[in-house]
């Protein structure tokens, strides 16, 4: 089981970016997946969660209505469109996945997820 995520890089403060994670070694459509992120100093942050049930998503305050999440599951991939950065938002992004069909019902955290990506670095600056 392997995640990969990419798409990482340097932007502008009101940029966008587009980090992508494909999964292989298993079917993604009975997996809930998501995505984090971890600033230099800080714990890992979990910001965003779909579910592979019906699509429902999660977001953590500090991205909501900047963010979104999406998947295909015939590609094995997920995204996370990142919208009106800033430089708070700088930081490794890691995709995770677990073999559960929704999301937690109260935001995410590490221990909510078993298959992890190797993280892609986000940099917001001008």
């Known amino acids: 089981v392997q995640l990969q995520a990419s798409g990482g890089g340097l932007v502008q403060p009101g940029g966008s970016l587009r980090l992508s994670c494909t999964a292989s070694?298993?079917?993604?459509?009975?997996?809930?997946t998501g995505w984090f992120r971890q600033a230099p100093g800080k714990e890992r942050e979990g910001i965003s969660c779909i579910s592979s049930s019906d699509g429902s998503t999660s977001y953590a305050d500090s991205v909501k209505g900047r963010f979104t999440i999406s998947r295909d599951n015939a590609k094995n991939t997920w995204l996370l469109q990142m919208n009106s950065l800033k430089p708070e938002d700088t930081a490794v992004y890691y995709c995770?996945?677990?073999?559960?069909?929704?999301?937690?019902?109260?935001?995410?955290?590490?221990?909510?997820?078993?298959?992890w990506g190797q993280g892609t670095l986000v940099t917001v600056s001008s």
């Open positions: 070694g298993f079917a993604l459509d009975a997996y809930a």
């Open positions: 995770a996945a677990e073999n559960r069909r929704r999301c937690p019902a109260i935001g995410i955290t590490v221990s909510d997820f078993g298959f």
